[in-house]
């Protein structure tokens, strides 16, 4: 079972940036993995919704609209961690944000919530007005 630690929330003006990072330990992702991390958050009364995601093997990312040109997703393989790097934060963007992990990638399903398996604790976000 993967382990996922989340960490870089914090509190920021809209306009602003901050760099969430997630580690993972327990296994070691490697370049034969058909695996891939995302990044789910969940604001007040909302339900959690896909933010974006990375496949391990090929680096590709995926993006929901809302965040796309806004949010960069990089992974460091040697350290079995993933990054977003958020911009151009707005209040809409305030949630806890959740590292999530998969295996068995099929790109027709990588952006659905329920095929993660693996779940961090989360980490707040909040952009202030």
């Known amino acids: 079972q993967v382990r996922l630690v989340e960490s870089g929330g914090g509190l920021v003006q809209a306009g602003g940036s901050l760099r969430l990072s997630c580690t993972a330990s327990?296994?070691?992702?490697?370049?034969?993995?058909?695996?891939?991390m995302g990044w789910f958050r969940q604001a007040p009364g909302k339900y959690l919704e896909f933010v974006s995601t990375?496949?391990?093997?090929?680096?590709?990312?995926y993006y929901a609209d809302s965040v796309k040109g806004r949010f960069t997703m990089s992974r460091d393989k040697a350290k079995n961690t993933i990054h977003l790097q958020m911009d151009s934060l707005k209040p809409e963007d305030s949630a806890i944000y959740y590292c999530?992990?998969?295996?068995?990638?099929?790109?027709?399903?990588?952006?659905?919530?329920?095929?993660?398996?693996?779940w961090g604790q989360g980490t707040q976000v909040t952009v202030s007005s």
């Open positions: 990375i496949r391990w093997n090929t680096g590709d990312t």
């Open positions: 327990g296994r070691t992702f490697t370049f034969a993995d058909n695996s891939a």
């Open positions: 999530a992990a998969r295996d068995r990638v099929i790109t027709s399903t990588i952006t659905n919530i329920a095929t993660y398996t693996d």
